[in-house]
């Protein structure tokens, strides 16, 4: 996971720092990124996979990076 996490792009919404981790009270079976500032609150949807969260996260549209 320690890869997934410094993979991760910026906040697309606030340039903010994300963090890849698992939902609370789901046991790790479900993992989402989040946007770090308070203020933001930028997240995905939950995943059963970290991959998935994190791609998810890193989309852009039009191939913004």
């Known amino acids: ?3 997934l996490q ?3 792009l ?3 919404h606030c340039g903010g ?3 890849l981790a698992p ?3 789901t046991n790790g ?3 989402r990124v ?3 500032d308070f203020h933001c609150g930028g997240t995905t949807w939950a995943f059963p996979d970290p991959d998935q969260a994190a ?3 890193n989309r852009r549209q039009d191939g913004e990076t």
Request: proline share 8%; hydrophobic share 40%; net charge positive.
């Open 1 to 3: 996971m320690n890869g």
């Open 6 to 8: 410094s993979g991760l």
């Open 10 to 12: 910026a906040c697309p």
């Open 17 to 19: 720092a994300a963090k």
């Open 23 to 25: 939902m609370p009270g």
């Open 29 to 31: 079976n479900w993992w």
């Open 34 to 36: 989040q946007c770090q």
């Open 55 to 57: 791609t998810a996260w």
